[in-house]
């Protein structure tokens, strides 16, 4: 049977890269908002927007967690993960995307001075 778990997004960062210690890692920890447009069947196009939580291992999650703020656009790579856990009973799920690449969608200056536009 044919697995594929691949995942590419571009958007913008919502809110400032948090780390935490997991064992003897690093995991960063971020939410991305992608924007796209949609025509409706009226004609009239809309904007949708899907907030996806992202999660950065290691060395590469230090440096988002250094060069990424709020606002900045970015594109990433990963897959596609499930976290479940029990808390008191109660079973919780939730989806992320597990990041093992990402880059700058535009040069940092650029990035900041659209940002405070």
């Given at each position: 049977m044919f697995q594929r778990n691949r995942i590419e997004l571009t958007?913008?960062?919502?809110?400032?890269?948090?780390?935490?210690?997991?064992?003897?890692?690093?995991?960063?920890?971020?939410?991305l908002i992608h924007n796209?447009?949609?025509?409706?069947?009226?004609?009239?196009?809309?904007e949708r927007l899907t907030a996806v939580e992202i999660e950065i291992w290691g060395k590469r999650g230090v440096?988002?967690?250094?060069?990424?703020?709020?606002?900045?656009?970015?594109?990433?790579?990963?897959?596609l993960q499930l976290a479940e856990w029990e808390k008191n009973g109660e079973r919780f799920f939730r989806n992320f995307i597990r990041v093992t690449n990402w880059q700058?969608?535009?040069?940092?200056?650029?990035?900041?001075?659209?940002?405070?536009?």
């Open positions: 958007g913008n960062i919502a809110k400032q890269p948090r780390s935490a210690r997991a064992g003897n890692s690093i995991v960063v920890r971020a939410r796209e447009t949609v025509e409706k069947a009226s004609g009239e196009t809309i440096a988002f967690e250094q060069h990424v703020t709020s606002q900045t656009p970015v594109y990433i790579e990963g897959k700058f969608l535009m040069p940092k200056q650029a990035a900041t001075s659209t940002a405070s536009a």
